[in-house]
C-alpha cells in the first residue's frame, strides 16, 4: 500500500471533490485506482485518464506494479468529459452520407426541380459511395478491434461534420445534378472502377490484418507486416486515397476532388504522428525503411 499524491495539470482542469491524496494497494490495477478515484469525484471511470509526472500513460488494464509508485508519487488526473461509445460515432459518421446519397440520388425533383436520367457515371458514383460506407459500417461492427471504448461526446460533430458535409452533401449535390460531366470512354471509366475496386479490397485486406494482430478483448500492439505493411505503416489509409482518387478523376468534379485532398491531407497527418508512436514503441525492432503512408516518399 503507498500513498501518492493527485493533482490536476492546471487550476483550469480543476476537477470537484479530488482528493490531494490516495492510499492506493499496488497489487491492484490502474481501473481500481481510476474507480476510487471516481467514487470520490462522482466522475465514470470512462471519462478519468491518469498520467504520470513524466507524461506516461496509466492504461487502464495493467496492474499497478508496472508503474513503481512509491509515497508521495504524483498521478495527474484529467477529466475526458462526457463519453460515447467509439463504435456509436463511426455508425453515425458513416450513415450521414449513406442516407445522404441515397436522398440526393433518388429526390430528383424536389432536390433539382427535374426528374433526367442519371449518366453512366452517376450511376457508378452512387454505387461505389454506397458500397463504401456500406463497408466501413461492417467493418466496424465485425473486423476492427479498438483499443479505446469511448470518445470524447464533442467528436461525434467533429467527425460527422467532416463526412456529412465533404463526403455528404457537397460530393451527393454536385455530383447527382442534371449537368454532369462527360463520361468517360469506356477503357478510363471501367479501368477507374477496376482500380476503386482494388483500392477498396485492399483497404479491407489491411483492415484483417489490423485486427488480427490484436486478440479479441485485448489493446495489444504489434507490428504489421505483409500487404503493403512493408512499404508503408498505413497503406490502409493510401488504399483509402486511392479509392477517393479514382471518384475524383470519374467525375472530374471539385466536391470529389476537395473531398481527396482534405481526407489524404487528414490521413497524411495522422500517418506521420502515428509512424513516431510505432518508432517510439518498437524502437531498433521497427523497420527502418518503412515510410509513413506514400510508399518510398513519405
Ligand atoms: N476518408 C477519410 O477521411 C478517412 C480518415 C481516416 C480514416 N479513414 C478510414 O477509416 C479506416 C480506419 O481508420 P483509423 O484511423 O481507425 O485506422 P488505424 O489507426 O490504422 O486503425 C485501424 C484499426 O486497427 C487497430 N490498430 C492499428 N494499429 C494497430 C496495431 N499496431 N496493433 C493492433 N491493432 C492496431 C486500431 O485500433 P486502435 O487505434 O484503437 O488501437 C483500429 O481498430 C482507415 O483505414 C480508412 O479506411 C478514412
Known sequence: MVTVNLRTKSPKAKINKLPLTLDVDTSGTVKDLATAIGRATQLGVERIRLTLIDNTRLVP???LDKYDLQDNSIIYVKDLGYQIGWQTVFYIEYGGP?????????LQKPIYGKVFEHSATQKAVFYMVMLHFLKRELETMFVHRFSNDTMPFFNIFKNSGHYWVLSGFS???FCYGPEPRPDLPGYL????????LYSEVSNFITHLILSSLRPKGTRTRKIPVGYGFNLVSYPNYFFEACSWLA?????????????LIVSTAT???WSLKKHKQYKKEFGAKY???RKAMFPFIA
Open 61 to 63: 488494464e495493467a496492474p
Open 98 to 106: 449513406l442516407l445522404i446519397h441515397l436522398l440526393f440520388y433518388f
Open 171 to 173: 460530393l451527393a449535390y
Open 189 to 196: 471509366f471501367y479501368g477507374l472502377i477496376a482500380f476503386w
Open 247 to 259: 471518384v475524383a478523376l470519374l467525375t472530374r468534379s471539385w466536391a470529389a476532388t476537395l473531398f
Open 267 to 269: 490521413m497524411f497527418q
Open 287 to 289: 523497420p527502418k525503411n
